[in-house]
């Protein structure tokens, strides 16, 4: 079946510092992909989603890029900050749009 | 406010004693959805509608039954619980399908002992 595999399952960064966290998808019908952030103890919430027909969106410290050929999307976080500090999920939607597919998720630890 | 709601936020059951998790939303929101959040293993869709009367299976749907009957509610019923639904629920909601940004609920957490 589908799956989106991501990686890495924990990254540790220093403050000010980048992060970085990629996903691959197998389903090329594919359109949608957005990135969720969960704080501890909190609901996942929407942090930027990009669609198939855009390579690369950016809002602020942060920005996703897609690359469609090879199947894989990634979140790039610039000059973080300690309240950067949650769990991370990819996902991907297509076919239709009504079946949605999170990675497994990436704890960032950011640290002062 | 516009916001999705879930009821129980906590439950600790016994094998085998039907339950259900309410949830709803206050967004007119088309699509709704149920997920399980399990450690390493991520968000995992069970079920989701697009519409009301319209519902279908996402990855994990064994053993979970949904309805909707009206636009704003979507409950999750488990006939006969077991240990490996022990887990956290989200319920989510969107303006329409899966490609659209998905506003979730606070999350029940179930132990079936």
């Known amino acids: 079946g589908e799956n989106v595999e991501q990686h890495p399952s924990t990254l540790s960064v220093q403050e000010g510092d980048s992060a970085v966290i990629k996903c691959t998808y197998s389903?090329?019908?594919?359109?949608?992909f957005p990135w969720y952030k969960q704080e501890l103890g909190k609901r996942p919430q929407l942090i930027i989603d990009i669609r198939s027909n855009v390579g690369e969106k950016k809002d602020q410290r942060i920005a996703v890029t897609l690359n469609k050929t090879a199947k894989h999307f990634s979140l790039h976080i610039t000059e973080t900050q300690p309240e950067d500090s949650a769990v991370y999920f990819c996902?991907?939607?297509?076919?239709?749009?009504?079946?949605?597919?999170f990675g497994a998720g990436t704890r960032l630890f950011v640290k002062a | 406010e516009a916001q999705v709601t879930q009821n129980p936020r906590y439950l600790i059951t016994v094998t085998g004693k039907k339950l259900t998790v309410t949830c709803s939303q206050n967004?007119?929101?088309?699509?709704m959805s149920w997920y399980r959040q399990d450690p390493g293993l991520g968000l995992r869709q069970i079920y989701y509608s697009m519409n009301v009367e319209v519902t279908d299976k996402g990855d994990v749907p064994e053993g979970y039954k949904v309805s909707r009957k009206e636009k704003r509610n979507f409950p999750l019923i488990l006939e006969s619980p077991s240990p490996n639904q022990t887990s956290l629920y989200f319920c989510?909601?969107?303006?329409?399908?899966?490609?659209?940004?998905?506003?979730f609920g606070p999350g029940t957490r179930l132990t079936v002992t």
């Open positions: 967004m007119n929101h088309e699509y």
């Open positions: 389903d090329s019908a594919s359109n949608y």
């Open positions: 996902a991907a939607s297509g076919s239709g749009g009504f079946k949605t597919i």
């Open positions: 989510a909601s969107s303006l329409g399908g899966g490609a659209y940004e998905q506003y």
